[in-house]
Nanobody, 121 residues
Framework: QVQLVESGGGLVQPGGSLRLSCAASGTIFRIDTMGWYCQAPGKERELVATITSGGTTNYADSVKGRFTISSDNGKKTVYLQMNSLKPEDTAVYYC???????????????WGQGTQVTVSS
């Protein structure tokens, strides 16, 4: 059973910073991609940033220059450094990974439980 455990959310003032972490555990053969998505009230879940096992990153236009995604492949952990936070960044942030449990499996999506990020004065 694969588990994704997120941490680091909370309340921060506009212009502040937060760092999210997500660690994958369980039987894992190979991770292809790890990333973060967010969902604000009344909106669909959307991409924030992803990083491949090779280090290729992808960001939503709204966070480019403010957020940085990184990973520690050995620890199966992905991080999201969020700087210059804005009220519109307020959302539940979900960790996502595409991985194979066994070498014969296809890559599958797994999701964390979500962590609340609130940007407000």
């Amino acid at each position: 059973q694969v588990q994704l455990v997120e941490s680091g959310g909370g309340l921060v003032q506009p212009g502040g910073s937060l760092r999210l972490s997500c660690a994958a555990s369980g039987t894992i053969f190979r991770i292809d991609t790890m990333g973060w998505y967010c969902q604000a009230p009344g909106k669909e879940r959307e991409l924030v940033a992803t990083i491949t096992s090779g280090g290729t990153t992808n960001y939503a236009d709204s966070v480019k220059g403010r957020f940085t995604i990184s990973s520690d492949n050995g620890k199966k952990t992905v991080y999201l450094q969020m700087n210059s936070l804005k009220p519109e960044d307020t959302a539940v942030y979900y960790c996502n990974t595409q991985l194979r449990i066994h070498y014969w499996d296809n890559f599958r999506d797994y999701w964390g439980q979500g962590t609340q990020v609130t940007v407000s004065s």
